[in-house]
T-cell receptor, first 116, second 116 residues
């Protein structure tokens, strides 16, 4: 694919509802990251997938957040029982490998989530 | 733990003048340092990185950054600013997390405004 794509681009939901955010990484990229970007702040790491290894979930803020990556490609980030503080831009990034941590991350355009 | 600081929330520069966006870091061992740019309503794009070698790193769009180990800095520079350089700039440093994976720690971002 041409680049990392994310859908939807915008999502408005009511407090308490569940939402699913989708990420399509660049074809052939083995590593995938989810970040959260709140207004005026840097990126907050959420979760990391590398190949078939168990995901690194160390950044997930609560058990309402989960993510999966099917077939080593598409990933879905799910937020259950959304809260207003979940409102942010959710960014996905992929890299070719993730050996040394020096790889360039390629980002999608993000999903802007607003919880009313 | 590693950290990265961008001391300026906003930098204003006149078109044609040189620009500097500051970044300092705290890390044990040899740092891997990155600059990314986020244009309005677009995803983050990689600009440049320092892993090893020459302290002066050249990147996309005429940007460069100088790794200064004694001052623990990695300031982003451009000799002559363009209005189109107006964007949000993020500095990041590689960290080895408790799960044994590399991840990037991000600064809060600096808004660069280039005035014609």
């Amino acid at each position: 694919g041409a680049g990392v794509s994310q859908s939807p681009s915008n999502k408005v939901t009511e407090k308490g509802k569940d939402v699913e955010l989708r990420c399509d990484p660049i074809s052939g990229h083995t590593a995938l990251y989810w970040y959260r970007q709140s207004l005026g702040q840097g990126l907050e790491f959420l979760i990391y997938f590398q190949g078939n290894s168990a995901p690194d979930k160390s950044g997930l803020p609560s058990d309402r957040f989960s993510a999966e990556r099917t077939g080593g490609s598409v990933s879905t980030l799910t937020i259950q029982r959304t809260q207003q503080e979940d409102s942010a831009v959710y960014l996905c990034a992929s890299t070719r490998t993730s050996g040394s941590g020096g790889e360039t991350q390629y980002f999608g355009p993000g999903t802007r989530l607003l919880v009313l | 733990a590693q950290s990265v600081a961008q001391p300026e929330d906003q930098v204003n520069v006149a078109e044609g003048n040189p620009l500097t966006v500051k970044c300092t870091y705290s890390v044990s061992g040899n740092p891997y340092l990155f600059w990314y740019v986020q244009y309005p309503n677009r995803g983050l794009q990689f600009l440049l990185k320092y892993i090893t070698g020459d302290n002066l790193v050249k990147g996309s769009y005429g940007f460069e950054a100088e790794f200064n180990k004694s001052q623990t800095s990695f300031h982003l520079k451009k000799p002559s600013a363009l209005v189109s350089d107006s964007a949000l700039y993020f500095c990041a440093v590689r960290e080895y997390n408790l799960r044994g994976n590399y991840q990037l720690i991000w600064g809060a971002g600096t808004k660069l405004i280039i005035k014609p």
